[in-house]
Nanobody, 123 residues
């Protein structure tokens, strides 16, 4: 059974940092591209960042470019999202996902999803 378990969310002030982790099990982790998406109240789920199977290629939404960094450790079956200079508009539930598709910014390319972790940025 595939499981993706996010952790590291919480409450932080504007300008602060958080590091999200997503531990994967039940799949060959290095065979999957990994992505982070987020969903704010009343909004659709939106792409945040993605990383290729080897970690050699990364992709970011324009809204987080330069502030967020995605990385992965295939030995630990874990993907990370380092979030710096957080803004109130970053407040959302953050989900990690594993996929085999070719378009990492599209939610439909992902086969497995975690349960999400809440990130709240206070102004």
């Amino acid at each position: 059974q595939v499981q993706l378990v996010e952790s590291g969310g919480g409450l932080v002030q504007t300008g602060g940092s958080l590091r999200l982790s997503c531990a994967a099990s039940g799949l060959t982790f290095s065979s999957f591209a990994m992505g982070w998406f987020r969903q704010a109240p009343g909004k659709e789920r939106a792409f945040v960042a993605a990383i290729s199977r080897s970690g050699g290629n990364t992709f970011y939404a324009n809204s987080v470019k330069g502030r967020f960094t995605i990385s992965r450790d295939n030995n630990k079956n874990t993907v990370y999202l380092q979030m710096n200079n957080l803004k109130p508009e970053d407040t959302a539930v953050y989900y990690c996902a594993a996929g085999l598709g070719k378009n990492p910014s599209r939610a439909y390319e992902y086969n497995y999803w975690g349960q999400g972790t809440q990130v709240t940025v206070s102004s």
